[in-house]
């Protein structure tokens, strides 16, 4: 909680990498997560059809990364392994949701998607902003993976809603602000004036404009500064990087509280990346980052594949040299 982390890093709390899971700059369950979803998306026959092809490709993907969760590497036998699975250093368990990993246990033993239907956790949201990278239908495809494990309206709506405000960042070329309230209005067209998803990003915008701090317990309002929940996780990493004109800044802002902080830092870094590109990244930071060939690597895959913006292009340059 944030009075730990105060006691701990300083008043202003953490500002650098500490040390997680015996090294420093270690990944959480969050990335994992994003790198096997991006690997789904790139092996996809399209993208722009939500058809049963892309589903249970995402489907497979995230069994995988279920066995790097449940299984050790089988470092005797390690043929028929492929792709992100071949490598040992994804086989860590780094603190996964309890429903994804139920989810996909069941999903294992039925061969079909079974999500929690009552769970709007933030493990649907934090994962699927590779939806947003590539053309077509976003919204759609982010609450399609999102229904993957998580069965709430509220869980995909959010999830739907991040992948599209990545595309509008990433492909629309938007600023920050007006991809913002393009993806607000998207909500409201697609799901209705009367949900959850909506009314935190609305909230999160107008506190946004405030001279606040911390982050509000009325983003958060069941754990006081939590984002446990996909739409407050959203909103919270909204909150934080809209008012702060300096990335590091709020990225800092929005690992800095009392809740599910490596979910709203993903989510934040995530819309950060789609924003600015990867300049912006302190290079301490790069130098300890665990995977950051391997995040490139994808990155640029991405962008070959799709021809999008080169702004990964500077980032691959300057850290290989």
Not at 73 to 93: E, F, M, S, T
Not at 107 to 121: D, F, M, N, W, Y
Not at 215 to 242: H, K, M, R, Y
């Amino acid at each position: 909680r944030w009075p730990v982390i105060q006691e701990k890093f300083g008043p202003r709390g953490l500002r650098e990498f500490a040390p997680a899971y015996g090294r420093i700059g270690a990944i959480t369950d969050d990335t994992q997560m994003i790198l096997f979803t991006l690997e789904a998306l790139l092996e996809a026959e399209s993208v722009d059809a939500i058809d049963d092809d892309l589903q249970q490709r995402a489907l497979n993907a995230y069994l995988r990364w279920l066995r790097t969760q449940t299984e050790s590497y089988p470092v005797n036998d390690p043929r028929g392994l492929h792709g992100l699975i071949a490598d040992p250093a994804l086989w860590q368990c780094r603190a996964p949701g309890i429903t994804c990993l139920a989810a996909l246990e069941r999903a294992k033993r039925s061969g079909l998607p079974s999500p929690e239907p009552t769970s709007k956790g933030c493990g649907g949201v934090m994962r699927v902003a590779p939806a947003g990278y590539f053309p077509g239908d976003a919204f759609a495809r982010g609450r399609m993976l999102a229904r993957l494990t998580h069965g709430h309206t509220t869980s995909d709506t959010a999830a739907g809603a991040f992948a599209f405000l990545v595309q509008r960042l990433v492909i629309g070329g938007q600023s920050l602000q007006a991809a913002i309230i393009e993806t607000r209005r998207q909500v409201e067209d697609r799901i209705g004036t009367e949900n959850e998803t909506l009314r935190m990003l609305s909230l999160a915008l107008e506190l946004a404009r405030m001279p606040l701090t911390g982050i509000p317990p009325a983003l958060a309002p069941s754990t006081n500064g939590g984002g446990w929940v996909a739409d407050e996780a959203l909103a919270i990493a909204v909150f934080c990087v809209v008012p702060e004109p300096d990335p590091v800044a709020a990225i800092l802002r929005a690992v800095n509280h009392s809740g599910d902080s490596d979910s709203t830092g993903a989510i934040a870094g995530n819309i950060l990346g789609a924003a600015y590109g990867a300049g912006w990244l302190p290079q301490q930071w790069l130098t300890h980052l665990e995977l950051l060939e391997r995040m490139v690597d994808m990155a640029a895959r991405a962008d070959a594949l799709h021809k999008k913006r080169d702004k990964y292009t500077p980032f691959m340059v300057s850290w290989r040299e």
